[in-house]
């Protein structure tokens, strides 16, 4: 092969990377636009990020205070004196014990390129709190909820079987005043039913915390658990039908983390086909080079326009995959786009050299470089290894067929065809598509 022939397949290379850069950037920025918007239409039908903080308390005390005030007297003189007012002191209250069941649903949701983790969550909690005093105090206890963007069926707030009046504001949450006897004791029971969006966490309160006889019993109905990050890993766990029990339990814990669960991760089309398109020109690079080893071997090569047509249906492959993802599942779509790019191939090889030729050599190379390697993507980590071995298994293969192979007789019978083809002008060129003998 002439010189002049790799400049002109390296050129059609060149453009065709550039195509795949405009597309694959087409891509990103559809599922980037459709993310920010997408994602706030999911919060507010399904319920956004859930964060329940632990339930608030203090309680409430007279205390005696002086200041100095300035009056006048009947003379009109300016005078200071001190006076002794009575304000209401607040002290945090903590938590002697907690109690807590989660239950976590997995349901997520598809919205353009992309999947959401959306989840349903059945959530109770019982708390004990004491007053701390020898007098009868009044206490109130403030109930945050996990996210102003969700509903909540089933709601249950009570302190003592006391209920809490109807909430006016979710960002403020709920709150309950109640007064509890010397030394008496407060049960606090919350009950509610709710669907999120994304994480799952529980807070232990604002900054770093101390908890006494902490319980909270988690299941899920999926095995793909992850813990997000500055959560604790759960005491103890333990497999339960489609999912998991998991449990945390702490005697006395200082933290300033928190307790969390976040949902497995749904195969997104739109990071996908995008991946898979920035990468084609590797997948086009081997097979462009296995077509030229073996044009070598055959002592015939394919004209430019040949590897044109090549390059644009290696091409096909990316265009169809990242517009048929939207309106198709993921699968569906890489196999009806895999499949359509390699008609293409075998299909006008098969016009152009044979059958044989198309299918068994053309046809598996694409098999293996465009198909094989574009579906490692799926495998979330094992796309660069699958592409290491096939690249060292590739270099194996074309070295043990080229290793007899001298060079210097092909680069001289390359320089007879280009002489023998200037003398006579289109007297060696094959009439089936320009493949020279």
Same mark, same amino acid.
Request: hydrophobic residues 50%; aromatic residues 8%.
């Given at each position: 092969? /002439?010189?002049?022939?790799?400049?002109?397949?390296?050129?059609?290379?060149?453009?065709?990377?550039?195509?795949? /850069?405009?597309l694959g950037t087409s891509v990103v920025q559809r599922t980037g636009q459709s993310d920010e918007r997408l994602a706030q239409e999911v919060a507010r039908l399904w319920g956004g990020r859930h964060d329940q903080p632990a339930p608030r308390a203090w309680v409430e005390r007279p205390k005696q205070v002086r200041e100095s005030v300035q009056d006048k007297d009947a003379a009109g003189k300016v005078g200071t004196r001190t006076v002794?007012?009575?304000?209401?002191?607040?002290?945090?209250?903590?938590?002697? /014990?907690?109690?807590?069941?989660?239950?976590?649903?997995?349901?997520?949701?598809?919205?353009?390129?992309?999947?959401?983790d959306t989840y349903a969550v059945a959530f109770g909690g019982r708390y004990h709190l004491h007053n701390p005093d020898d007098v009868a105090r009044p206490i109130v206890v403030e109930l945050p909820f996990p996210s102003a963007q969700a509903i909540y069926d089933g709601f249950t707030f009570t302190v003592n079987g006391q209920e809490a009046p109807p909430v006016s504001d979710l960002g403020r949450?709920?709150?309950?005043?109640?007064?509890?006897?010397?030394?008496? +004791?407060?049960v606090i029971a919350v009950a509610y039913r709710s669907r999120g969006l994304g994480e799952w966490t529980y807070s232990f309160g604002p900054g770093v915390g101390q908890v006494r006889d902490f319980e909270l019993d988690m299941t899920t109905d999926f095995t793909a658990i992850d813990f997000p990050a500055g959560t604790l890993s759960p005491s103890t766990r333990t497999a339960q039908g489609r999912g998991w029990r998991l449990f945390w339990r702490f005697e006395s814990l200082v933290t300033g983390q928190k307790i969390g669960m976040d949902p497995p991760d749904r195969l997104n089309p739109g990071p996908l086909a995008a991946r898979i398109t920035f990468f084609a020109p590797v997948s086009l690079l081997f097979f462009l080079t296995v077509m030229v080893m073996l044009g070598v071997l055959r002592r015939r090569s394919l004209h430019p326009m040949n590897y044109f047509f090549l390059?644009?249906?290696?091409?096909?492959? !990316?265009?169809?995959?990242?517009?048929?993802?939207?309106?198709? +599942?993921?699968?569906?779509?890489?196999?009806?786009?895999a499949l359509t790019s390699i008609f293409l191939v075998v299909t006008y090889l098969r016009l152009v050299v044979g059958t044989r030729f198309a299918l068994l050599e053309a046809g598996l190379a694409q098999l293996v470089f465009l198909v094989l390697f574009s579906y490692a993507f799926f495998f979330e980590g094992y796309?660069?290894?699958?592409?290491?071995?096939?690249?060292?298994?590739?270099?194996?293969?074309?070295?043990?067929?080229?290793?007899?192979?001298?060079? +210097?007789?092909?680069?001289?019978? /390359?320089?007879?065809?280009? !002489?023998?083809?200037?003398?006579?002008?289109?007297?060696?060129?094959?009439?089936?598509?320009g493949v020279l003998p």
């Open positions: 092969m /002439s010189a002049a022939r790799l400049l002109a397949i390296g050129f059609i290379f060149c453009c065709t990377a550039i195509a795949w /850069s405009i002794t007012k009575t304000v209401t002191e607040q002290a945090a209250l903590p938590l002697d /014990s907690s109690r807590i069941a989660v239950g976590l649903q997995l349901d997520q949701r598809r919205k353009g390129l992309l999947w959401y949450g709920a709150s309950l005043r109640t007064v509890l006897p010397p030394r008496g +004791e407060a390059a644009a249906a290696f091409f096909s492959f !990316h265009l169809l995959l990242a517009y048929l993802v939207d309106h198709v +599942e993921v699968h569906v779509a890489f196999l009806a786009a796309a660069g290894l699958t592409v290491t071995l096939g690249a060292v298994a590739t270099l194996f293969v074309l070295m043990q067929m080229t290793g007899r192979v001298d060079w +210097e007789e092909v680069l001289a019978r /390359s320089e007879r065809r280009i !002489h023998s083809g200037a003398s006579d002008p289109g007297g060696s060129a094959n009439a089936r598509g």
